[in-house]
């Protein structure tokens, strides 16, 4: 069974309140109990972590490789654009992590259309909405050695 971590960064545990529409009416709670109740059915082991700090994100990410997690799945809020500490993070881990986006961040401000993560990611996913983790999951059974 694969071990997929789900990370979520800041603002994303106000789904269901900030900007609906752009991030849609789920919230949070929901948002896991979705990810929780797909992963069950692909037989997936699913560990979703959110926190709006940094220095959280980077443990959680550096506690992946400890865990022997197979893969990362990260939606690193607006920590994308800027944090190459999380960047760093990912690449040292060296565990396949798919960057995911519920908006499109290449239709929206300036600044949001720079990913410093996206390098170090295996794939790039934005702009499906929620169904976006559930592609992320399914691209992470489909693509990695068993």
Same mark, same amino acid.
């Given at each position: 069974?694969? *071990?997929?971590?789900?990370?979520? /960064?800041?603002?994303?545990?106000?789904?269901? @309140?900030?900007?609906?529409?752009? &991030? %849609?009416?789920?919230? +949070?709670?929901?948002?896991?109990? +979705?990810? $929780?109740?797909?992963?069950?059915?692909?037989? #997936?082991?699913?560990?979703?972590?959110?926190?709006? $700090?940094? %220095?959280?994100?980077?443990?959680? @990410?550096?506690?992946? +490789?400890?865990?022997?997690?197979?893969?990362?799945?990260?939606?690193? /809020?607006? +920590?994308?654009?800027?944090? &190459?500490? !999380?960047?760093?993070?990912?690449? $040292? #881990?060296?565990?396949?992590?798919?960057?995911?986006?519920? $908006?499109? @961040? =290449?239709?929206?401000?300036?600044?949001?259309?720079?990913?410093?993560?996206?390098?170090?990611?295996? *794939?790039? !996913? =934005? %702009?499906?909405?929620? *169904? %976006? =983790? !559930?592609?992320?999951?399914?691209?992470?059974?489909?693509?990695?050695? *068993?």
């Amino acid at each position: 069974m694969k *071990k997929i971590v789900v990370i979520n /960064g800041p603002n994303l545990n106000f789904l269901g @309140i900030r900007e609906k529409s752009v &991030y %849609g009416k789920m919230n +949070y709670v929901e948002l896991v109990d +979705y990810l $929780s109740d797909y992963a069950s059915k692909v037989e #997936v082991e699913l560990d979703v972590f959110q926190s709006n $700090s940094e %220095g959280a994100i980077i443990d959680r @990410i550096q506690k992946c +490789y400890f865990d022997e997690v197979d893969a990362i799945i990260i939606n690193p /809020g607006a +920590y994308t654009h800027y944090s &190459y500490a !999380i960047r760093d993070a990912i690449a $040292s #881990v060296m565990i396949p992590t798919v960057e995911i986006h519920i $908006s499109n @961040i =290449y239709e929206r401000e300036d600044f949001r259309k720079i990913s410093v993560i996206k390098d170090v990611a295996i *794939k790039q !996913i =934005y %702009g499906k909405g929620i *169904k %976006g =983790y !559930i592609e992320a999951i399914d691209y992470v059974v489909k693509a990695l050695p *068993k």
